[in-house]
């Protein structure tokens, strides 16, 4: 009997240690930098490549497309179904250009070269303990 309670505590404590050990052992997840965050833009536009484009536009997100005079917007779940409801182009290529970079706000201009016109995305960036898209303006020439 006396073996039996020596082996159960032994057991008890080999299970707390090994769940503490393994509690402390988790890294920290990475943070995105402003240029993953355009990139994962890019492709997603560009390429359809979805991934990780959720975790980049902020749920407040507002996306206006003008079209002449008038001027749509869109919401993140409305720009997500979009595109995953349309085929990305192939051939389009991308441009991009830094107008404004601070250290917790960031504008950027991205060019998407189509066949027969030009879109020009201004991204808005914000740093709230990441960086996410908080605004997109899309215009056509």
């Known amino acids: ?15 707390v240690c090994a769940t503490a050990a393994n509690a ?3 890294p920290a997840a990475t943070k995105l930098t402003k240029e993953d965050v355009v990139n994962i833009y890019i492709d997603a536009i560009s390429h359809g490549d979805m991934k990780g484009l959720d975790n980049v536009l902020d749920d407040s997100l507002h996306y206006d497309v003008q079209r002449g005079e008038n001027v749509m917007t869109l ?10 409801t349309n085929p990305a182009d192939p ?6 250009t830094i107008v404004e970079d601070g250290d917790r706000h960031t504008k950027i201009r991205v060019d ?9 995305d201004m991204l808005t960036l914000d740093d709230y303990g990441g960086w996410m898209i908080t605004k997109v303006e899309s215009s056509f020439s």
């Open 75 to 84: 919401h993140k779940d409305d720009l997500m179904d979009y595109l995953k």
């Open 24 to 26: 402390a052992v988790k």
């Open 112 to 120: 998407f070269h189509y066949a027969t016109y030009t879109r020009t």
């Open 1 to 15: 009997m006396k073996t039996l309670k020596s082996m159960l505590g032994g057991l008890v404590l080999l299970l």
């Open 91 to 96: 051939a389009v290529t991308a441009t991009t």
